[in-house]
């Protein structure tokens, strides 16, 4: 079955665009199967068409690592990559039908995240300004404001090109966004000018020769998700905030000075790429009008606190 491992991989990384993470989590469950279910006499495939969703639920709530049933996130994991693996089956036309989708996911009880005040979110951008080392500076800022003006992911991010950032109308083409769609994000002034400065601060992190990547480490390769997730806790420290702080609180926090503006829900939604909570939700319309006016409304709150000689 090392093929059959093989091919689904490869599914998940060029059809279903999966994030390297996803796979990594996904695989090793799917390997755990195999070594439950797959037949020791050699034979084909023929027997994947046999698991029921009995099968499916005896293996998902087999005991985890530390010998206790698994825990709803466990649970949800092994769920979530055996639907994905049947996906694939059904695809390739080993299965007739995903008996996965017969069963629930368990509820889990997610972590609150607070977002930040728009004090707390100048003040992080403050600190990483006195911060950073001069070489990351330009870097690190527009990192941070890409991640508070745009509201997304920070997956989204790292996976930013040169060619993308298109300054003369304030946007970022093609966008690779969660689901495997592709996004043409708006973009503020705030943005342009950070975007500007850190594109002049480039070449002094030499990246490696046809590294398109807009935001690169140190050792001149794209700057990953884990370095973008220490460098924002490292500077929400610096910046003296209580709350924890990472990449996915700045979306939240972003979605909430938008919701403070007056932005309406469905142009929120629409920003950060969220799906409709309602069938109707699923029909309106936003335009870009209305996105261009809530992302410059957040702009010019920012530039204003900027200059003002009392900072917040």
Same mark, same amino acid.
């Given at each position: 079955?090392?093929?059959?491992?093989?091919?689904?991989?490869?599914?998940?990384?060029?059809?279903?665009?999966?994030?390297?993470?996803? *796979?990594?989590?996904?695989?090793?469950?799917?390997?755990?199967?195999? @070594?439950?279910?797959?037949?020791?006499?050699?034979?084909?495939?023929?027997?994947?068409?046999?698991?029921?969703?009995?099968?499916?639920?005896?293996?998902?709530?087999?005991?985890?690592?530390?010998?206790?049933?698994?825990?709803?996130?466990?649970?949800?994991?092994?769920?979530?990559?055996?639907?994905?693996?049947?996906?694939?089956?059904?695809?390739?036309?080993?299965? @007739?039908?995903?008996?996965?989708?017969?069963?629930?996911?368990?509820?889990?009880?997610?972590?609150?995240?607070?977002?930040?005040?728009?004090?707390?979110?100048?003040?992080?951008?403050?600190?990483?300004?006195?911060?950073?080392?001069?070489?990351?500076?330009?870097?690190? *800022?527009?990192?941070?404001?890409?991640? *508070?003006?745009?509201?997304?992911?920070?997956?989204?991010?790292?996976?930013?090109?040169?060619?993308?950032?298109?300054?003369?109308?304030?946007?970022?083409?093609?966008?690779?966004?969660?689901?495997?769609?592709?996004?043409?994000?708006?973009? @503020?002034?705030?943005?342009?000018?950070?975007?500007?400065?850190?594109?002049?601060?480039?070449?002094?992190?030499?990246?490696?020769?046809?590294?398109?990547?807009?935001?690169?480490?140190?050792?001149?390769?794209?700057?990953?998700?884990?370095?973008?997730?220490?460098?924002?806790?490292?500077?929400?420290?610096?910046?003296?905030?209580?709350?924890?702080?990472?990449?996915?609180?700045?979306?939240?926090?972003?979605?909430?000075?938008?919701?403070?503006?007056?932005?309406?829900?469905?142009?929120?939604?629409?920003?950060?790429?969220?799906?409709?909570?309602?069938?109707?939700?699923?029909?309106?319309?936003?335009?870009?009008?209305?996105?261009?006016?809530?992302?410059?409304?957040?702009?010019?709150?920012?530039?204003?606190?900027?200059?003002?000689?009392?900072?917040?």
């Amino acid at each position: 079955m090392s093929r059959l491992i093989i091919d689904f991989e490869a599914y998940q990384r060029e059809v279903r665009r999966h994030s390297p993470r996803t *796979i990594r989590n996904y695989m090793p469950v799917v390997r755990e199967f195999f @070594s439950v279910h797959e037949p020791c006499d050699g034979t084909g495939v023929d027997w994947l068409g046999n698991i029921d969703k009995n099968a499916i639920r005896a293996f998902v709530r087999r005991p985890g690592p530390s010998g206790r049933p698994p825990t709803p996130a466990l649970w949800n994991l092994r769920l979530s990559a055996m639907r994905s693996f049947f996906d694939y089956l059904l695809e390739i036309e080993t299965v @007739s039908v995903n008996v996965v989708l017969r069963l629930d996911r368990q509820r889990v009880r997610s972590k609150e995240r607070i977002p930040l005040s728009f004090g707390e979110l100048v003040r992080l951008v403050d600190a990483t300004r006195r911060h950073s080392e001069p070489v990351y500076r330009a870097r690190n *800022i527009a990192i941070l404001l890409t991640l *508070i003006h745009t509201a997304l992911r920070v997956a989204e991010v790292v996976s930013l090109n040169v060619a993308q950032v298109d300054f003369e109308h304030h946007a970022l083409a093609n966008v690779r966004a969660k689901g495997g769609k592709s996004l043409a994000v708006a973009f @503020s002034g705030v943005v342009a000018d950070a975007l500007r400065g850190c594109l002049a601060e480039r070449s002094r992190l030499e990246p490696d020769a046809g590294q398109d990547a807009l935001f690169v480490s140190d050792r001149g390769s794209r700057l990953s998700v884990r370095s973008v997730q220490e460098m924002v806790k490292r500077f929400a420290r610096l910046a003296d905030i209580q709350t924890p702080v990472t990449p996915h609180v700045l979306r939240h926090s972003a979605a909430t000075q938008l919701a403070e503006l007056g932005t309406p829900l469905r142009v929120i939604q629409e920003i950060c790429g969220h799906a409709s909570v309602t069938t109707t939700e699923r029909y309106v319309h936003v335009n870009g009008a209305e996105r261009r006016r809530a992302i410059d409304a957040l702009a010019a709150r920012w530039r204003a606190a900027a200059d003002a000689p009392d900072r917040v």
